[in-house]
């Protein structure tokens, strides 16, 4: 792919990589043992594919011809192995981690750097009519499993999503939701430890 893609699947592995091994080695083999050992790695990758295919469509160019290619491979990777489905327009501008564990259905208009997505996760409703009624998540925001996420949202920076939630309106940043259905239980909630591991449950206070 072109050489911003491939940086940024180089800033992937390193983020995964950071999460699943603290404090290690970050080599090249070892990266590159993080990138075949993740599912949500792979998820995260074809979906990278897949934007660059949906936004630099060149009839000319070999390597959109090849990301063609490598897209329709990552749609059946992504149904059968990983259970999940993201949005090839979903922008994605930095390093997140999508769910090993995968059903993640994935229909944002955008998710920002450093957020951390866990499994049987649904974004969206109505989600093939373009943009309409999609949600959009700002950076460093921490979700948990079993969320439905739904409708024309924004979540702020730094917001933390608790599991089982089910959210149909926006959320302030470093703001914490609970609840099927959600509502804000607290606010300037500093959720970076949270982020730093795949811990998927809110400490104790």
Known sequence: MAWPTLRK???????????????????????LLTFLTSRGLWLLAFHRI??????????????????????????????????????????IPGPVYLPDKGYCILGAERVGA?????????????????????????ANVWIGPDCVIAGKLDIGDGATILPGSYLTFSV????????????????????????KSLVAELPAD
């Open 9 to 31: 699947l180089g800033a992937d592995a390193r983020f995964y990589h950071r999460l699943k091994h603290a404090g290690a080695d970050g080599s090249a083999p070892a990266l």
């Open 50 to 91: 897949a934007y660059y295919s949906t936004f630099n469509r060149n009839l000319r160019n070999p390597l959109w011809w090849l990301a063609r290619l490598l897209e329709g491979v990552g749609m059946y990777w992504n149904a059968v192995i990983s259970k999940s489905e993201v949005l090839g327009d979903c922008e």
């Open 114 to 138: 450093g957020s951390i997505i866990h499994h049987r996760i649904t974004f969206g409703m109505a989600v093939g009519s373009g943009k309409i009624d999609r949600p959009a998540v700002g």
């Open 172 to 195: 302030p940043p470093r703001s914490v939701v609970k609840g099927n259905p959600a509502r804000v239980v607290r606010e300037n909630f500093d959720n970076s430890t949270l982020r």
